[in-house]
């Protein structure tokens, strides 16, 4: 255990997080030439189009310093928002993490809010100062913010880049000078810690896991706590580039498991392994069932592709957990799903691999997040609102209320004004302001979900120019004034467009909802009227007028392949076109409400 060391590396997004752990591997030997590729760690397709760690994994490295060998697990962390559980239990995995902060960005807010997820586990903090030879870097500067933040000696902060190697030497020795050896005890029963796991179609659920105490043994008879189930340790090993076989895992390290499982729901991150026969009496701290926090509407584009669309969902359920789904119907759009997804990101990872890996084309309804009605005749039970339409009629509502988070923005001191009306305009409250240099403010805001899963982080970069990073965490329900603002089309209530909407921004957004829908849903023979309405009460109008005769007539006569193109071009608008009674309604209509702004 002495020569063990498991770290992981924090960093907000781009500050070059994927590329200093490429040259750790390549450093320590860990890879062969032919087993470069130019991002190792990001071994998902859409990952690595993505640029962004979605799935976290580990990979063991070997190091020799002073002449005795170390073992260094580096166990990676996803970088976006949606998958902040994952990145806590990567961290409560490990004993130190490099703290690395690009020389020209210096600190942003996704380099705060992992550092004091590291701070709360008693991590042992590394910090780097990375891309030091970019021309714009200013090493001094940022140095001072990094001893500023950390209270640590500025001796303490290791320059390097992660595109020529240099500082790589210095930060492998501090891992094993500065990161203590991890603790446990390998008499008491096997408790380790699920903090990964791979799909694998052929192989079954890679587990992936740290050993807190005692050991694990191929073979063994072993429980996970939280879902009461036991499985045996068919394959245990350790993970390199590929994966090792092992006999035993012992404690303080890190390892896979395989055992046949099926499904990635019988494996929940953050869940603790142990022996069947003689189990541990303690879980380990910190399991939660991840919920999802975003929900929407997933309806096949044709309604006979309905059972199809289901069996695509259940394979991809195997695979990814933390996707939910339950069916739907709506009067506009028929049968389809109810959908639960960790984030926007995704949502749309989701609604991509329908696309490219079952050939699914869908039409996703506008999303919105999880909220809690209590009724008048029962106050104490809440009613879980996934759904617009499942929200009590008003005159039966005791409340409602929503789900707030806590968001870090760091920007510079010239854009604190714009950076704050946008908060506001947001439902925000500001709860805190500091100045980290003359140059940059930390803002701290209680603020609904809702208002900022969706366009949030597109206007906070337009109103700092770029120039603002954010980061957020959850804090729980609050009671809020929330109404349903339907639409109506042609006098008939489209469900499927209906939006669960502050009441003092009803009549706004409601008014900018007609007129983007006009915008937006096509022609045709007849006046459409378009209303939005809260209640029996209509709230605004607008009419999307029939087409003139002359304006078809434009497809007659004329250029062949002129006109060839005009048609292709219409089937290709059809693909995701839904007739809902004698309107048709492409998909972006159904997005409508989050591209007020645009
Ligand atoms: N000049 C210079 N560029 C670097 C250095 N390290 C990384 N980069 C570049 O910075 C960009 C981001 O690097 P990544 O390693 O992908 O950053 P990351 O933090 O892993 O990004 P995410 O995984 O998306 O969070 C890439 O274009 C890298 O080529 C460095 O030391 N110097």
Redesign the pocket.
């Given at each position: 255990m002495k020569h063990i060391r498991n770290f992981c590396i924090i960093?907000h997004?781009?500050?070059?997080?994927?590329?200093?752990a490429d040259r750790l591997l390549d450093y320590t030997g860990s890879v062969t030439e032919r087993e470069k590729q130019d991002q190792l760690l990001d071994n998902m397709d859409l990952e690595r189009e993505r640029?962004?760690?979605i799935k976290s994994h580990a990979i063991q490295m070997e190091y020799i310093y002073n002449g005795e060998q170390y073992t260094l697990n580096l166990i990676d962390t996803p970088?976006h928002v949606d998958f902040s559980y994952e990145v806590s239990r990567s961290i409560a995995a490990c004993e130190g993490a490099l703290l690395i902060v690009d020389a020209a960005q210096s600190i942003q807010a996704q380099t705060i809010s992992n550092l004091y997820l590291a701070l709360e586990n008693d991590l042992e903090i590394i910090p780097v100062l990375?891309?030091i030879?970019?021309p714009s870097a200013n090493p001094e500067e940022v140095t001072d913010d990094i001893v500023d933040l950390l209270g640590c000696d500025p001796e303490e902060v290791i320059p390097a880049?992660?595109?020529t190697g240099l500082g790589v030497d210095k930060i492998l020795e501090a891992i094993i000078e500065r990161v203590p050896p991890p603790k446990g005890n390998k008499e008491e029963p096997l408790q380790a810690m699920i903090f990964d796991s791979v799909y694998n179609p052929f192989r079954g659920v890679e587990v992936i896991f740290r050993v807190m105490n005692g050991e694990i043994t191929k073979g063994q008879k072993i429980k996970f706590m939280a879902t009461q189930k036991e499985y045996f340790a068919d394959e245990i090993g350790t993970l390199k580039l590929t994966q090792v076989p092992k006999n035993t895992i012992k404690t303080g390290d890190v390892g896979y498991l395989i055992s046949g499982i099926k499904e990635a729901r019988e494996v929940k991150v953050g869940d603790t392994i142990t022996d069947a026969r003689t189990p541990t009496q303690n879980m380990i701290a910190g399991f939660e069932n991840v919920k999802p926090m975003v929900f929407a509407g997933i309806y096949p584009v044709d309604t006979e592709d309905y059972e199809e669309l289901r069996a695509s969902m259940e394979k991809l359920q195997l695979n990814d957990a933390s996707l939910v789904f339950t069916p739907e119907s709506s009067a506009a759009l028929g049968f389809g799903f109810r959908c639960g997804f960790l984030g926007m990101l995704h949502m749309e990872i989701i609604q991509e691999r329908l696309e490219r890996e079952f050939d699914m084309t869908v039409i996703t309804t506008v999303p919105n997040v999880s909220y809690l009605a209590y009724t008048k005749k029962d106050p104490e039970t809440a009613v879980i609102v996934n759904n617009p339409s499942d929200l009590p009629e008003p005159s039966k509502l005791d409340r409602v209320e929503e789900p707030y988070i806590k968001a870090t923005i760091i920007t510079k001191a010239d854009y604190v004004g714009p950076v704050m009306s946008l908060c506001i305009e947001k439902r925000g409250q500001i709860t805190n302001q500091t100045y980290l240099t003359t140059e940059r403010v930390e803002l701290n805001f209680d603020i609904p979900l809702a208002e900022i899963v969706f366009d949030f982080y597109d206007r906070l970069k337009t109103v700092s120019k770029g120039y603002a990073s954010f980061d957020y965490s959850p804090i729980g329900m609050r009671v809020s004034k929330l109404v349903k603002v339907d639409i109506l089309l042609n006098g008939q209530s489209v469900d499927a467009l209906s939006a669960l909407i502050h009441a003092d921004n009803a009549y706004n957004i409601g008014k900018k909802m007609c007129e983007k829908l006009k915008e937006l849903i096509p022609r045709q023979q007849f006046d459409i009227p378009i209303q939005a309405a809260t209640g029996a009460k209509i709230i605004s109008r607008e009419t999307i007028k029939a087409l003139r005769k002359d304006v078809t007539a434009k497809c007659y006569g004329g250029d062949i392949s002129r006109k060839r193109k005009l048609l292709e071009k219409q089937k290709k608008g059809k693909k995701r076109m839904r007739q809902v009674g004698n309107v048709e309604i492409p998909q972006q209509a159904f997005m409508a409400v989050l591209k007020l702004n645009d």
């Open positions: 960093a997004i781009d500050h070059g997080k994927s590329t200093l640029g962004i760690t970088g990375n891309k030879d970019l880049s992660g595109k």
